[in-house]
């Protein structure tokens, strides 16, 4: 099975910044695309940022120039970094991993979340 476990999140002032990280782990687990989604209260989860196997980074417009997303394939670990954070940035972060194990086919794999808020 694998095992997909964020770590970061907190409670940050406005203008504040804060970076999460994700790790995936699995047997014969090979990585494409990794991501940040969040949920704010309510049913729609949105896409935060994704990035390749290689390494192209793909940003939702509300966080560019603010959010960074970067990976490190040899610890199948994605990070982000989130700087100049503002009250709609409180969400339940999400990691996506998306991959596939040996004789199976490519899937989805889902953190737990873990909590940002951002408030004075």
């Known amino acids: 099975q694998v095992q997909v476990v964020e770590s970061g999140g907190g409670l940050v002032q406005p203008g504040g910044s804060l970076r999460l990280s994700c790790a995936a782990s699995?047997?014969?687990?090979?990585?494409?695309?990794m991501g940040w989604y969040r949920q704010a209260p309510g049913p729609q989860r949105e896409l935060v940022a994704d990035?390749?196997?290689?390494?192209?980074?793909h940003y939702a417009d509300s966080v560019k120039g603010r959010f960074t997303i970067s990976r490190d394939n040899a610890k199948n670990t994605v990070y982000l970094q989130m700087n100049s954070l503002k009250p709609e940035d409180t969400a339940v972060y999400y990691c996506?991993?998306?991959?596939?194990?040996?004789?199976?086919?490519?899937?989805?794999?889902w953190g737990q979340g873990t909590q940002v808020t951002v408030s004075s």
């Open positions: 990035i390749t196997s290689d390494g192209n980074p």
């Open positions: 699995g047997r014969d687990l090979s990585i494409n695309n």
């Open positions: 996506k991993v998306r991959g596939s194990r040996r004789y199976m086919a490519v899937a989805d794999y």
